[in-house]
């Protein structure tokens, strides 16, 4: 399977991935092949990873050739599609972006499986993956879930512009421990202890990175320990093993007692699409 399409499959991810909602694209198969997943939920998330290596297209025209993924429901029938042209370095959501996307909103857990068109592209790498359904973040950017001394919380999210995201660790009352502030306005991710910082205190300067300069997902983790907690910030989505992190002495509350994590952002079109719990 990877040595398939190494381009493309990302070892690093392995863990993360429902195995049952893995598949692989290429310029070999037969357009319009359907394939079958479980059934979308809101909040749920679906990631593309494509590669190509030329496409025709006419002088004047650089839009004849073109990459698409249509999401199908349980009856095969269209839902949405993406259509990638490769020629203009474009992603169009259909023809029509206001109707189309209004309407997909409303559709998305009629959703079920895809299929895919290739046209004029050549030398198509692509995998569609999905997380477990237990990584999906709710609707309402709270997990009741706790997070145990020695483990950490494993957040994916998609930043929006210049957002400032807020999330925050809380007991089972929501009284926070340590907020996490990630400032898309500033380049800056912030931490602090409530009730022992008086500011917000800087754990992480990101602004010179990939993941200030362009919009592109992010990941970041908050480890809990007897003492401390460790908070770290993926600077490179490419390369997840690219992270920048600092620790945060002193808790507030007792430890045993982080049993929420809640999200906030000052653009409420932010999405927090995964999280894991995991061992440090």
């Known amino acids: 399977m990877t040595e398939s399409l190494p381009s493309v499959y990302d070892e690093s991810e392995e863990p993360y991935i429902d195995k049952e909602a893995q598949f692989y694209i290429s310029s070999s198969q ?14 749920d998330s679906v990631t593309i990873r494509l590669k190509h290596y030329s496409y025709f297209y006419y002088f004047f025209d650089r839009r004849s050739a073109w990459i698409t993924i249509s999401f199908l429901d349980v009856t095969g029938a269209y839902v949405a599609a993406f259509m990638i042209v490769p020629g203009d370095a474009e992603l169009f959501h259909d023809y029509s972006f206001k109707v189309k996307t209004e309407e997909c909103i409303n559709q998305v857990t009629d959703i079920t499986g895809f299929k895919h068109s290739i046209v004029k592209t050549y030398y198509v790498e692509a995998v569609l993956e999905m997380p477990p359904e237990t990584a999906r973040i709710p609707g309402n950017w709270r ?20 957002s ?9 009352n929501e009284i926070a421990a340590l907020n996490v502030i990630i400032d898309y306005t500033t380049g800056i991710l912030y931490t602090r202890r409530v009730w022992l910082d008086d500011e917000n205190k ?79």
């Open 30 to 43: 037969d357009n319009e092949l359907k394939r079958s997943f479980r059934q979308l939920n809101f909040n």
């Open 202 to 280: 800087q754990c992480v300067n990101f602004g010179s990175t990939q993941q200030f300069t362009t919009q592109m997902l992010g990941k970041v983790e908050i480890g809990v320990f007897s003492h401390q907690y460790k908070v770290a910030m993926g600077m490179n989505e490419i390369r997840s093993n690219n992270m920048k992190e600092c620790m945060v002495y002193g808790h507030h509350l007792s430890p045993y007692d982080i049993q929420q994590t809640v999200f906030d952002s000052t653009d409420k079109t932010t999405v927090f699409y995964a999280y894991y719990i995991e061992p440090v």
């Open 164 to 172: 400032i995201i807020n999330i925050r660790l809380t007991d089972k």
């Open 143 to 162: 997990i009741v879930r706790p997070i145990q001394i020695g483990y950490k919380i494993i957040v994916r999210y998609y930043p929006a512009v210049k």
